[in-house]
């Protein structure tokens, strides 16, 4: 590959990240209401349907995830970019003629199953880029996933008001179908196959890839990170309502998420660059120190604005925690199974992101939601052990290696 065609990669990514996900996230905040449009009147049934359907995305997702890390190793990641690219824009634009809720949840299913062209782009940047510049490159890749993550909603808002909800899937549809094309005739990777006389399958994969330490360890990480992050949001909106009297609550609401995300934004290239330079082992113990001590406060904030200057601080947190776990599994996955280590990687995710919100609606239905923050709080310091006693001590070996050879 040219010296700077990863640069080129990098850039192009970036921008599409930033088109996929801002198409992904406009429908996301619509789908009660689009139920209720498919004749789901009673607002029982729509609370049940919309949990429903929100997790069938990441449930097939996760079970998926490693098939198509295989797939990448086998035949390249733009290749698993461009199926999850065309196959995304077909069944999101299939969203839009949806005639029942049983018709909506199946073509989130298939959705979740062909997902992951973020996962997909990750892989193919960190395995591009120089080990040293992995850290940037993955942070300004997430800085475009991110800003994506902040637009989207905003975007689908106004369409929405305008055009209705099928109109929004429509454009979904078509805005993924171009970054798919983009990906297509302007990224470039030079993929050696390599060759191995012995077939595994999935279960065999996975002792391997655990086996090599501190990976497991990574995963666990990046699994309760989803789960204490993650569980909060849902319900996010609630804790608004109770701080604050204003009648736009949904803007208010919006704004607690969206100041997050902009400073994730902010601090991810800087962060990376970080991580560079000292290490992305301290980077990821760092941001995890920093998010558990500012999660627990916000479960005893009295106005709205304490808990938005807290969450924008959780934001630059973020910024490092999943850069960081990229990373540091770009370092570690084993030679010829990189793409494989990140669908496990990717699964645990998925898992951590439909788990939960479900385990954050069961414990704030009878502790009340700031109880959430104190455990997202509990589960974050359970990340800082792990890391400083499994994931440190492996990576601090390894570079004094690397500098005395």
């Known amino acids: 590959m040219e010296k700077t065609s ?31 449009e498919l ?25 998926f995830s490693p098939l198509w890390g295989k797939l990448a190793d086998k035949h390249g990641r ?3 970019l461009l199926r999850s690219g065309f196959g995304m824009a077909i069944v999101i634009t299939l969203t839009g003629f949806a005639t029942g809720p ?20 990750v892989a193919l940047i960190s395995m591009s880029t120089p ?38 899937f429509y454009i979904t549809g078509i805005t993924i179908l171009v970054a798919a094309f983009v990906v297509l005739f302007f990224v470039k990777e030079n993929f050696e196959k390599k060759e191995t006389r012995v077939k595994t399958n999935t279960m065999q994969d996975f002792k391997k890839i655990a086996s090599t330490s501190p990976l497991m360890a990574l995963f666990l990480v990046f699994f309760v990170v989803q789960c204490a992050l993650i ?13 604050t009297q204003a009648q736009n609550l949904a803007f208010y609401a919006g704004l607690a998420m969206s100041v997050m995300g902009l400073a994730n934004m902010s601090a991810s290239p800087l962060l990376g660059r970080v991580s560079d330079k000292k290490g992305a082992h301290y980077v990821l113990l760092g941001a995890l120190i920093f998010a558990a001590v500012i999660t627990l406060p916000q479960a005893f904030v009295q106005s709205y604005w304490q808990l938005i200057a ?70 974050l310091l359970l990340n800082v052990m792990i890391v400083k006693i499994k994931v440190v001590p492996v990576m601090k070996r390894k570079m004094s290696e690397n500098v005395n050879s």
């Not at 609370?47 to 359907?53: A, F, P, Q, T």
């Not at 700031?370 to 509990?378: D, G, H, P």
Request: charged share 10%; net charge positive; hydrophobic share 55%.
């Open 6 to 36: 990863w640069k080129r990669n990098l850039y192009i990514l970036m921008v599409c990240q930033f088109f996929v996900m801002a198409a992904m996230t406009m429908i996301i905040p619509f789908l009660p209401l689009y139920l209720q």
């Open 39 to 63: 004749g789901v009147t009673d607002s029982q049934s729509v609370s049940r349907w919309s949990g429903i359907i929100f997790g069938a995305n990441f449930l097939t997702a996760f079970l």
């Open 78 to 80: 733009k290749m698993m």
């Open 102 to 121: 049983w018709s909506l949840l199946l073509l989130r299913l298939l959705n979740g199953m062909i997902s992951g062209f973020i996962p997909a782009a």
């Open 131 to 168: 080990k040293r510049q992995v850290g940037y490159a993955l942070g300004l890749l997430q800085a475009g996933a991110v800003a994506g993550g902040i637009c989207g909603p905003l975007f689908g808002g106004v369409m929405a008001d305008f055009m209705g909800f099928r109109m929004i």
């Open 231 to 243: 569980g909060i949001n849902p319900l996010l909106s609630l804790y608004v309502q109770e701080l």
């Open 310 to 379: 807290f969450r924008f601080l959780l934001g630059l947190c973020l910024g490092g925690l999943l850069p960081s776990i990229n990373s540091l599994i770009r370092h570690l996955a084993p030679e010829g199974m990189e793409s494989r280590t990140f669908g496990f990687s990717n699964s645990f995710m998925y898992l951590g992101t439909m788990l939960g919100p479900i385990l954050g609606g069961w414990l704030a239905s009878f502790a009340g939601i700031r109880s959430l923050f104190i455990a997202s709080a509990i589960l």
